[in-house]
Nanobody, 119 residues
Framework: QVQLVESGGGLVQPGGSLRLSCAAS????????MGWSRQAPGKQRELVAA???????NYADSVKGRFTISRDNARNTVYLQMNSLEPEDTAVYYC?????????????WGQGTQVTVSS
């Protein structure tokens, strides 16, 4: 049974920082591309950051220079360090794990953690 469990969300003031964690189980973690997506009220879910099994990263333009994704394969955990947070970053943040399979791609999702940026 695959589980992705996010933690670290909360309320933070503009300009503040948070670090999200996602602990994975039930998968060969090192083989998966791990990512963070977010969904704000009334908006579509968007990819924020991703890190491949080889450690390559990519970011949404809106978070470049402020967010950093990293992974610890020994702990089966992916992190999202978020600095200089803005009210526009308020959303539910979801962890995901994906890899190609013979028929396409398989992706698993966590339940999400709320991040609220407000004074």
């Amino acid at each position: 049974q695959v589980q992705l469990v996010e933690s670290g969300g909360g309320l933070v003031q503009p300009g503040g920082s948070l670090r999200l964690s996602c602990a994975a189980s039930g998968i060969i973690f090192s083989a998966y591309t791990m990512g963070w997506s977010r969904q704000a009220p009334g908006k579509q879910r968007e990819l924020v950051a991703a890190i491949t099994s080889g450690g390559s990263t990519n970011y949404a333009d809106s978070v470049k220079g402020r967010f950093t994704i990293s992974r610890d394969n020994a702990r089966n955990t992916v992190y999202l360090q978020m600095n200089s947070l803005e009210p526009e970053d308020t959303a539910v943040y979801y962890c995901n794990a994906g890899r190609p399979i013979s028929t396409g791609r398989i992706t698993y999702w966590g339940q999400g953690t709320q991040v609220t940026v407000s004074s």
